[in-house]
């Protein structure tokens, strides 16, 4: 099975910082990996599909790259209702798998 | 509108049965592969299963291969989970998710609890 791997576990920044995730893969799944964000009590959603593609209606600020086993997820100025638990997500070979998660709040 | 909504969690035995319901609305429900994921209190998001538009194809997280079953009912626009030799590992909210293309959790319900325990 794949595993993820997510740094760092959480962070804490200021309103307006650039915000960095990486999400590591234990093998090449090409850029077959989606970005979700998850507030207290409620469902994920969504955010940036096959590495670098942006949901409709996701705030630009929100970007991500990478392939093969790495990847990168950005918030270039982060915003209070950005604070959440993000999580990346592989689907490669019939195998879904989800990192960790990254839990962001405001510093 | 999408619209995803489960039923049918609660508490139960280990060793107990629950089927769980999503019934959704606002897309056309038989176009879309839809999925199962679920996440226990305070943990991370876990795969637990996909069905494809037409029952096709069928997969199981290996967790809960041989216990768990998907279905679906194109007519009733709804999909449906049903968990057999519960364990209290598998307590967690279970949420429905559509795939608008392979791999990707593009809409989800609000979940619906299932606790195991004794």
Redesign the interface.
Known sequence: DIQMTQSPSSLSASVGDRVTITCQASQDISNYLNWYQQKPGKAPKLLIYDASNLETGVPSRFSGSGSGTDFTFTISSLQPEDIATYYCQQYDNLSFTFGPGTKVDIK | EVQLVESGGGLVKPGGSLRLSCAASGFTFSSYSM?W?RQAPGK????VS?ISSSSSYI?Y??SVKGRFTISRDNAKNSLYLQMNSLRAEDTAVY?CAQSR??????Y????TLVTVSS
């Open positions: 999925n994921v991370g998001l876990e795969w996909s997969y997280a290996d949420y293309t392979y791999g990707d959790y593009d989800w319900g609000q979940g």
